[in-house]
């Protein structure tokens, strides 16, 4: 038994004190309550002590949901696989539930920035800080060394860094170059290891274990540690069955803007199949905005970028009411480009009814208790350009590197234009039920540890110049999630 617990624990990335193994030991069922403990989400201690132990025990009880009984257990272990059973409460009328939504993080009215080199600084110190404090939670990396103590020994060294530039040599070796705030080292990725094609980019942040070679003075790599997302954790859900819409890229004012699709789709939300959708969540290029790409003009219907959000508001404006619709920009949108971008201006606003909630891009929230992370994705555009297995037309695997480096954007130079806030908005410092993007134009769902993925489609057919770049668009599909089972089901409407 003690093995078994000491095992799971480790798997999960953390270590036990002695006094908190026979603690744990001394449990009714120390196996119920150790899986209780893993999936209940949160971050954990490097090395988990009896403090830790009643502390969690006290959180837990206080919302009345510690875990101490086998079905529980069972219950729990069935959550994983997204086949609990629904508890529907028949005498609550779904359509006149009054939306619960709850933001979490937006730099909507939050911006500190004005552009400085200082704030520059500032911003790529706390991606950094940030980062770091995750990575600090790994087992992989107890015992870093700042950069500048580095000194020659046999034994392994571990460090915490920002990718400063990338390079092969002729020889095929990866050289990584990787500064802390103490100093910056050169690593190296010999052409013969099962790391040489791991994706490393510039400017996030890693970790490495090696060792010093006293030849080269380079960091042999012997490992890279990303902060990742936890295995499992415990999924936050509706108390009634409510449904949110994912609907993404609706590029009002497009000639290709796909109209009979999007009434069928305005249809459908009138009907009684429909009843129980109480979201729409929005993740971008609401309109297709002006001047975004060469010639744009040529296959725009509507070329006023106010005509086009007036149009926006007259079409959201045919969803019933009782829908509550969550609005952020993207980068065709009329608001800064660089990210994080706020949520839309005033003069906008006043052109949309009173169910639409406006946020910026990335922006936390929750709906009915279900935490969101929402992003409308144009990094995808330097994952695409940077790592040669990523695709437009796979978006989910670009999500699942996002997740995995705890950043949305963490190529900096690129496409992708961040605005230099003090705090790096873009950094994923909370792991969401439900991690939303559009951009791309495709449709996809898929559950990574336990995180449901949605690449949120678009109402836009194939532009000329999507044509040239050899972009199809998968478009018409709304993504829906049942926000109290995360069941998901891709309705077609084109
Ligand atoms: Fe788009």
């Not at 006094?19 to 449990?27: G, T």
């Not at 090395?47 to 529980?72: G, Y």
């Amino acid at each position: 038994m003690k093995k078994k617990v000491i095992q799971i624990l480790t798997e999960h990335g953390t270590l036990v004190q002695p006094d908190a193994i026979k603690y744990i030991l001394s449990q009714k069922n120390p196996m119920v309550y150790v899986q209780s403990l893993i999936n209940k989400s949160g971050e954990y201690p490097l090395i988990l002590t009896v403090d830790d132990l009643k502390n969690m025990e006290e959180n837990r009880q206080s919302k009345v949901i510690l875990m101490s009984e086998a079905n529980e257990y069972t219950r729990s272990c069935r959550r994983q696989f997204r086949s609990i059973e629904v508890k529907h409460e028949p005498e609550t009328n779904l359509a006149e539930t009054k939306p619960d939504v709850n933001i979490i993080s937006d730099v909507s009215g939050n911006s500190t920035c004005e552009g400085n080199v200082n704030d520059f600084a500032k911003y790529f110190r706390n991606r950094y800080e940030s980062i770091k404090k995750l990575l600090k939670n790994r087992r992989e990396m107890v015992g870093i060394t700042p950069i500048n103590r580095i000194r020659q020994t046999d034994a392994q060294i571990k460090i915490i860094g920002i990718v400063k530039e990338t390079s092969v040599t002729k020889k095929g070796h990866r050289l990584i170059e990787i500064e802390d705030e103490t100093g910056a080292i050169s690593a190296l990725i010999p052409n013969n290891s099962l790391l040489i094609s791991e994706p490393v980019v510039t400017d996030e942040v890693i970790g490495i274990v090696g060792r010093l070679s006293s030849k080269s003075g380079l960091v042999n790599v012997e490992s890279i540690v990303r902060p990742e997302i936890m295995m499992r954790r415990e999924i936050n859900r509706a108390k009634i069955p409510l449904c949110a819409a994912f609907v993404s890229d609706i590029h009002v004012g497009s000639k290709t803007f796909l109209s009979d699709a999007w009434e069928k789709f305005v249809e459908w939300l009138k009907s009684d199949e429909a009843s129980n959708i109480k979201y729409i969540v929005i993740p971008g290029d609401a309109v297709d905005g002006i001047g975004v790409y060469p010639d744009q003009e040529d296959e725009l219907l509507i070329s006023d970028i106010f005509k086009q959000y007036e149009e926006l508001g007259r079409l959201l404006s045919e969803i019933p009411e009782n829908i509550q619709i969550i609005l952020s920009p993207g980068n065709h949108d009329a608001v800064r480009q660089a990210e994080p971008q706020p949520a839309f201006p005033e003069n906008i606003r006043k052109l949309f009814g009173s169910n639409v909630l406006f946020v910026g891009n990335p922006c936390y929230f929750t709906l009915n208790g279900v935490e969101i992370l929402l992003y409308h994705g144009r990094s995808m555009d330097d994952f695409v350009t940077t790592i040669p297995s990523m695709t437009y037309n796979t978006p989910i695997p670009m999500m699942k590197e996002m997740l995995r480096r705890r950043h949305l954007a963490p190529i900096y130079g690129g496409r992708t234009p961040i605005a230099p806030e003090h705090k790096d908005y873009l950094v994923i410092d909370r792991v969401p039920d439900i991690f939303v993007t559009g951009h791309v134009h495709s449709a996809g769902v898929e559950v990574y540890r336990d995180v449901t993925l949605i690449n949120a489609s678009a109402w836009q057919s194939q532009t000329s110049y999507q044509r040239t770049q050899g972009f199809v668009p998968d478009p018409g599909k709304v993504p829906v999630v049942n926000l109290q089972t995360l069941e998901t089901k891709i309705m077609k409407f084109a």
